[in-house]
């Protein structure tokens, strides 16, 4: 495939100058392109894949950045990305170095704002239409383009609502693909499906729109009550016009792929003087068969073989999060009780095991996490064991949820905490960074952190015999394979590991943290010193007992954890001992979003390898008392 069109665009405005045939290649071009590059290095690859033409569409009408595209979750922005003038970086795209893997405003003036997190565009849209029509600026459009699964979650529906009533004048791009990353699920799928699949309502709606003044007699009298008749006579025909009854003009459905009817619905949609929402037909993963056969493998992808999918990097190990999932099914055999909660990530957080156990016990929520806790409160209020399986990052959105209707009501919610810590190439927007600070401060709340997947599954099995809540956090990525354990243990609740015993210097690892705090005591060892080392288990309760017999035998204490240290495990410790005339030196992630990257990598940057710990640790001589 040649890239001569592609060449030409420097811009989105030389989008302009091309016929829709040109178009229509040059979004063959930018297909080619993805595909060869997130073959290379990975990414996410479906949802880029049948955005193409779409993002051609959008730019040959529109003037960005004067007219503002925000992308929902931000992960179909590759074509975009393509045509705003990082066609020849993009090789690069989620590298450490390299461009994001995410709309990014420190990027490009055409990346309106950085998502990452799903169920916002909407929101952001209508906040900057107001802001421009207060500083009285009478050009430029606000388009949010939001898939189906983004549009499950609660936010989204909130903005709606909230446009509706204002009549801000914003377009809504719903880009259908009745996908979320596995098949798109909930009453608002099915009805999106009935107005997709049925072309006569589509006809019926349009034939009211042009035929009610025709009907003698009725149709004058129906004129003079004008539009609002005309949109209740919709209402009346075309039962659950949820979009127009919500106050928005509704055009559909298109479909996403042929760019001329893509174009003449977005001009038509940029001339309407009131909120439109545009009801777009896409196929995830359009062009390339194996990802439009199995979309959900192709979501986000590492390096692959163009020819048939297959991918380049044979798994190494097993992950955290299978061996989550293998104990939950597990206990879940020896208790009926246990059900489990995913908002859209039943893959992703390991349950698709438990699903195939048990079909009728896991309960796939759609993208709206804070529903999810709190149906997770209501299952547990009702006598039943919910285990929330859910990534660190997307937790935060149901902070309030934990504090008022799990925290507060003492309910025996677990939750599941995983890619906690640096997720590598996803980036700022999916680091689990903040969980340990977010997760301690909540009373009741019971917190624990896995130094291994055996760890873990003991965890998960000591967090299913508490009367509280509690939460495991853990990471992504693999581990060497050990055998699961024959019983899965309930540890004694706020009790840390001693793994070696010394003086002078305390080594307390706590997750990630334990083993760079082992090899960190290896090297200090060799360096003279007589180290402690201790697997913490928990951060909340904290080990007391523990911290006062170091704090009082010990020079030094030296804490690790992949978290913030703003309110993380270190600080719980600092909060212990203070007073007590011991140092504590604290590793952990900076007061700053980490960028993306190979995840190694990252953790060189802030410091969190054994070297940098020993070092740092090493260079100070033992016998200064002040905390840091
Ligand atoms: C708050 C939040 N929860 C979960 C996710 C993980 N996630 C990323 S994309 C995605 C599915 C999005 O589906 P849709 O909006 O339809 O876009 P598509 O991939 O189908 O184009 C999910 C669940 C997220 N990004 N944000």
Redesign the pocket.
Known sequence: MTDDLLRRVTGPSDLHQFSELELTLLADEIRALILGCVSEVGG?L??SL??VELTVALHSVLHSPRDKIIW??G??CYAHKIVTGRRDCFAGIRQYGGISGFPCRAESEHDIVGT????TSIGYGLGLAEAARLAGEQEGTVVCV????????GVAFEALNNIGQMRTPVVVVL???????RP?IGALQLYLNRLRLDPALTRLREDIERGVARIPAIGERAYALGKDFKESMKALIIPGMLFEELGFAYLGVVDGHDIRALREAIRQAVDTPRPVLVHVK?V?GKGYEPAEEC?DKF??TGPFHLSNGDSKTAAKGTSYTDAFGDALVRLAERDERVVAIT???TQ?TGLDRFEERFPDRLYDVG?A?EHAVVFAAGLALGGLRPVVAV?S??LQ?AFDMLVQDVGLQKLPVVFAVDRAGLVGDDGP??HGAFDLSYLRLIPNMTVMAPSSQVELQHMLCTALSLDGPAAIRYPRGMAAVSAPPAELETFELGRGRVLEEGHDVAFIGIGTGVRIAVEAAQKARARGLRPTVVDARFVKPLDTALLDRLASTHERLVTVEENVLAGGFGSAVLECVAGRGVEVIRFGLPDAFVPHGDRERLLADVGLTPDAVAATVCSRPVGLAHAR
Do not use: C, W
């Not at 880009?175 to 990353?181: A, C, F, K, V």
């Open positions: 996410h479906a949802a049948g955005a929902d979750v992960h179909q990452g997190h799903a169920s939001i898939g189906d699964g983004a549009l499950t979650g880009n259908d693909n009745q996908m979320s990353i798109n896409t995830k979309p979501h986000g908002a859209a990530m992703g993208i996490e990534y990052t997307f959105r927007t999916h």
